[in-house]
């Protein structure tokens, strides 16, 4: 066997140090690294002259609507990318936007737009049309009423049987019965002894 414990912490524990064993050798790679990289910036940053309209240590000048093209001139399918940069003024963007979305090519409707259609000029209904449209919308309250009437039908005829003496059937609901009612607790449930 070997020296080392062997249980869940202890491997634990090992897999936490290995851990940062990596991490410290990633952070004094990346500080070797860092030195090299300044002075590569540096050289390529004095080699590399950019044209600027500023002086280092400016900000940079806003563009307004006065200093770029008018977006309404701009052609279909032209390039709006010069009103998108940082430093563009808001209210030009916005109007270069308002631009863009002008053209024919983004202002296509769909044809899944129901809400679009014209549902004002709407034929006129025949009264035969109505009824049956009518019919098959309150279908369910026809057939309450129906079964209302079925019902008073019945009683009308169970009270004309009673008064000519014929046997009247007997009801479910008035039978006596051996079963438990629905809310009352069984017999068993009482006589055993409850389980601790």
Known sequence: MSDKPSGLFARWTQRRQQVQAEEEAARLAEQELEPTIESSVEAEGAE????????????KKILTADDLPDPEKIEVGGSFASFMADNVDPEAKTAALRAL?????????????????????????????????????????????????????????????????????????????EEVPQNEPELQALTKPPVV
């Open 48 to 59: 590399v002259n950019e044209p600027s309209d500023q002086a280092p240590g400016e900000e």
């Open 101 to 177: 979305w002008k053209q024919p090519h983004y202002n296509e409707i769909d044809g899944l737009l129901e809400y679009a259609l014209d549902y004002t000029d709407q034929p006129k209904l025949t009264a035969e049309v109505s009824a049956e449209l009518a019919k098959k919308v309150f279908r369910h309250l026809t057939k309450d009423e129906e079964a209302a009437e079925a019902g008073a039908d019945a009683a009308e005829t169970q009270l004309a049987q009673q008064e000519n003496g014929a046997p009247q059937a007997e009801d479910n609901l008035d039978r006596a019965s």
